[in-house]
Antibody, heavy 121, light 107 residues
């Protein structure tokens, strides 16, 4: 069974930093692109970032570019999101999700339960 | 950035009825369009990918159609568990984007 478990969320002051983790199990993590998607309280889904299976290519939403860094450790089956210069509008539940592999892209087919990040003074 | 516009914002129907949800892209995404269902307090669940392919375990009352800029999610006969929020999502162009969602509520 595919499982994704996020952690690292919490309360942080504006301008602060936080690092999220997502531990994967039940599949060959190193073969898949991975994504971060967020959802502000009561709002819709917003795509944040994605990372190629081997870690060589990264993509970001304009709203987080230059502030957030996505990375992975394939030996530890773990995806990360380093968030710097946090703003109130970054407050959201952050989900990690599994993307495509060398076999193709078939949607974001597995999601974690999410971790809440609150940016407030 | 490709903007996805979903309509209607809210759809009120009864169990057993047919639901038709629309997603329009600001430019072509070919068939790189997926649909997700989200219930309160839960993570999203993939329903449809590639505009018309059902994800694993998704009942056949869910179907997707369209290509280019206009897409439709159809639920042929609504079950009580289908009342939720539905999002479309394009992966044809970076940055990836989601629509704003359609809330399907019980009439």
């Amino acid at each position: 069974e595919v499982q994704l478990v996020e952690s690292g969320g919490g309360l942080v002051q504006p301008g602060g930093s936080l690092k999220l983790s997502c531990v994967a199990s039940g599949f060959t993590f190193r073969n898949y692109w991975m994504h971060w998607v967020r959802q502000a309280p009561g709002k819709g889904l917003v795509w944040v970032s994605r990372l190629k299976s081997d870690g060589t290519s990264t993509y970001y939403a304009d709203s987080v570019k230059g502030r957030f860094t996505i990375s992975r450790d394939n030996a530890r089956n773990t995806l990360y999101l380093q968030m710097n210069s946090l703003r109130a509008e970054d407050t959201a539940v952050y989900y990690c999700a599994r993307g495509g592999s060398s076999n193709g892209y078939f949607g974001l087919d597995s999601w974690g339960q999410g971790t809440l990040v609150t940016v407030s003074s | 950035e490709i903007v996805l516009t979903q309509s209607p914002g809210t759809l009120s129907l009864s169990p057993g009825e047919r639901a038709t949800l629309s997603c329009r892209a600001s430019q072509s995404v070919s068939s790189d369009l997926a649909w997700y269902q989200q219930k309160p307090g839960q993570a999203p669940r993939l329903l449809i990918y590639g505009a018309s392919s059902r994800a694993t375990g998704i009942p056949d009352r869910f179907s997707g159609s369209g290509s280019g800029t206009d897409f439709t999610l159809t639920i042929s006969r609504l079950e009580p568990e289908d009342f939720a929020v539905y999002y479309c999502h394009q992966s044809g162009s970076s940055p990836l984007t989601f629509g704003q969602g359609t809330k399907l509520e019980i009439k």
